[in-house]
């Protein structure tokens, strides 16, 4: 049974580029949600995507953006990238039906930005 | 708004001895949950346990158990005969019921000492 995969790894990019951070949700999950955890913080919600529509957003700009496909995986994409914003990017998946209350992490993409 | 707090950012226990990890928060809501999950070095988020908070019995999974005070809003873990691969950085964590933004804690780190 695969579980969350994440990529890719790692990235670095400069200020001003844009980014685009994959996500696969774990077999038989159906809804994605991406965080972004800061060095020595806990994550923070950025978004959650469910039947490839954004269900609910966090206290992020609108440079973050997201695409759920039908096959359930999903994309970040942040634009014009800020110093801050180098961080690990978590995915996690879920399941509407049945629904499940917990939510699994994949392994993260460390993006640098320089 | 609801919060998290770790008030312990680092703990360290000896080798097959007993440690509790501290998490309070903050909320008006009476229907949510509450996770503890745990990050090693590999970055991947690994959840440890979880209890709803209409639940009066503290939830348990092997040697990992919570006690969960909903009065006085804390939940702690407590980790029993503690095993080298237990070190890691362990977040609280609380979900609102039908809500998908997820707050985490700042996180304790974790030294296991053989």
């Known amino acids: 049974d695969a579980g969350v995969t994440q990529s890719p790894t790692h990235l670095i990019k400069t200020r001003g580029q844009q980014v685009t951070l994959r996500c696969s949700p774990k077999s038989g999950h159906d809804t994605v949600s991406w965080y972004q955890q800061a060095l020595g913080q806990g994550p923070q919600f950025i978004f959650q995507?469910?039947?490839?529509?954004?269900?609910q957003r966090g206290n992020f700009p609108d440079r973050f953006s997201g695409h759920q496909f039908p096959n359930y995986s999903s994309e970040l994409n942040v634009n014009a990238l800020l110093l801050g914003d180098s961080a690990l990017y978590l995915c996690?998946?879920?399941?509407?039906?049945?629904?499940?209350?917990?939510?699994?992490f994949g392994p993260g993409t460390r993006l640098t930005v320089l | 708004a609801q919060t998290v707090t770790q008030s312990q950012p680092e703990m360290s226990v000896q080798e097959a001895e007993t440690v509790t990890l501290s998490c309070t928060y903050d909320?008006?809501?009476?229907?949510?949950?509450l996770f503890w999950y745990k990050q090693p070095p590999s970055r991947q988020m690994i959840l440890v346990i979880r209890q709803e908070a209409y639940k009066q019995q503290n939830a348990t999974e092997n040697r990992f158990s919570v006690n969960f005070q909903k009065a006085a809003k804390s939940f702690s873990l407590k980790i029993s005969d503690s095993q080298l691969g237990d070190a890691a950085m362990y977040f609280c964590?609380?979900?609102?019921?039908?809500?998908?933004?997820?707050?985490f804690g700042a996180g304790t780190r974790l030294t296991v000492k053989p």
């Open positions: 995507y469910y039947e490839e529509e954004e269900r």
């Open positions: 996690a998946s879920s399941s509407e039906e049945p629904a499940t209350d917990t939510q699994y």
């Open positions: 909320t008006s809501e009476s229907d949510y949950y």
């Open positions: 964590a609380y979900r609102k019921y039908n809500n998908n933004d997820m707050r």
